[in-house]
């Protein structure tokens, strides 16, 4: 059973920062890629930001410049630094990742960015 656990949600003001976590428990063997997607109401879930075992990354178009992807030293952890945040990246942000070639989700975490 693997475990993904989403934390660091919250209501900011536009332009401010929020730092989102997501830790993976359970039986864990290797975790390959590690992603946060957000879905804001009445839309599909996007990604946002991705990183490599390997460290390598890659980001929407949208967040390229003010977010960053992170993973611990255990890499179990996924973090994504937020800066800059805009009205219109109010959504419930997910944590994925790839764990014996199995997508496993969190429940999402909330962010609600005010004008």
């Known amino acids: 059973q693997v475990q993904l656990v989403e934390s660091g949600g919250g209501l900011v003001q536009a332009g401010g920062s929020l730092r989102l976590s997501c830790a993976a428990s359970?039986?864990?063997?290797?975790?390959?890629?590690m992603r946060w997607y957000r879905q804001a109401p009445g839309k599909q879930r996007d990604l946002v930001a991705a990183?490599?075992?390997?460290?390598?990354?890659n980001y929407a178009d949208s967040v390229k410049g003010r977010f960053t992807i992170s993973r611990g030293n255990a890499k179990n952890t996924v973090y994504l630094q937020m800066n800059s945040l805009k009205p219109e990246a109010t959504a419930v942000y997910y944590c994925?990742?790839?764990?014996?070639?199995?997508?496993?989700w969190g429940k999402g975490t909330l962010v609600t960015v005010s004008s």
């Open positions: 990183i490599a075992s390997g460290g390598s990354t």
């Open positions: 359970g039986s864990i063997f290797s975790i390959n890629a």
């Open positions: 994925n990742a790839d764990i014996l070639a199995i997508g496993y």
